[in-house]
Structures are given as structure tokens and as C-alpha cells.
């Protein structure tokens, strides 16, 4: 993940349009970042998206609603009968 890519996927999470320069962005990449050469790699990620759901719970699950996955992590598009979102 590039900053670039990072302000898309809060663009996909909240319809914001961040600036490079958005708190979250460089609060997540000096967190994150950890060998600092302006990428977050898949296993920073992870780490980041596992502190997330510990500590905001009911964010990450808002922010995987919005990329249309189910809160049994399932993509809306792999369910063939839905019932309910929250299935």
C-alpha cells in the first residue's frame, strides 16, 4: 500500500476524498511503516487491521461493510441467497 493507495481505501471505507497529507494516512505509515521505505506491506497491514479490530471493533465492521463484505467476512458477490447483510 502506497499513500496513494491508503487514501483509496479510506476514499472505499468513509467516501472521503483524503489529502496525502490526512492525519490517517501519515499517522498509519509512521506506525506502520515499518522498515520506512513508503510502503505498507501486506503483514503491516494485517498488523494494523488486527490492532484495528481490537480496538475499533465497530469501525473496521462499518469499514468492511462499505467494501461489501459480510460480518462473517464473506464477499456479498461469493453469497448467493442473501437473507441479511449480517448473515
Known sequence: MTPETCALF???CT???PSLS???ITG???????????FIERQE???FYEIACRTKGDTV???LRHHNIR????????V???ESFDA
Not at 28 to 38: E, I, R, V
Open 45 to 47: 497491514f494485517i498488523n
Open 22 to 24: 490526512d492525519e490517517r
Open 71 to 78: 460480518a462473517d467476512l464473506k464477499k456479498l458477490s461469493e
Open 15 to 17: 467516501g472521503e476524498h
Open 28 to 38: 498509519m505509515f509512521k506506525l506502520y511503516d515499518s522498515n520506512s521505505d513508503g
Open 61 to 63: 465492521r462499518e469499514n
Open 80 to 82: 448467493k441467497d442473501v
Open 10 to 12: 479510506i476514499k472505499g
